[in-house]
């Protein structure tokens, strides 16, 4: 996987939400990530991957937004947020092997059916026993 120049992505700090009292009204510590998939260096394959993605964070202009809010300090909020960025890419390159549909052998067939003829003999065994006189 190859890394992203960090001059490809654009870093704003903002306003976290959610609990923190005072600090979350003074302080901006949660970060915006955002990154142009066009104009980015990415290969073309990756690129149609990510914009072919149903990623919510993906804005119909084609930027990836991703929003980091989940530390309490603007750098380890920007080390989450770049780390987010390279798995999101790092999943877009990854091509998945083709399955190819096999059939069962006739072995596996034989011993399925002597399980199941087994298994009836003994459900069969379970019924009321009756006495000739």
């Known amino acids: 996987m190859q890394a992203i120049p960090s001059h ?5 700090a903002i306003r976290a939400q959610g609990a923190g009292g005072q600090n979350v009204n003074k302080v901006s510590s949660a970060i915006h990530l955002r990154f142009d998939i066009q104009a980015s260096s ?13 990623d919510q964070r993906i804005t119909a202009e084609g930027v990836l937004v991703i929003k980091a809010q989940q530390y309490r300090t603007q750098e380890a909020n920007k080390r989450d947020a770049v780390a987010r960025l390279h798995e999101t890419v790092h999943a877009a390159s990854h091509v998945h ?5 096999t059939r069962p052998t006739l072995a596996s067939k034989k011993r399925r059916v002597a399980g199941k003829m087994q298994r009836g003999a003994v459900k069969q065994g379970r019924g009321k026993v009756v006495e000739d006189l």
Do not use: C, F, G, H
Request: glycine share 0%.
């Open 8 to 12: 490809e992505y654009t870093l704003t």
């Open 42 to 54: 990415l290969s073309a394959v990756i690129k149609a991957r990510l914009l072919q993605s149903r």
């Open 97 to 101: 092997a083709v399955r190819y549909a």
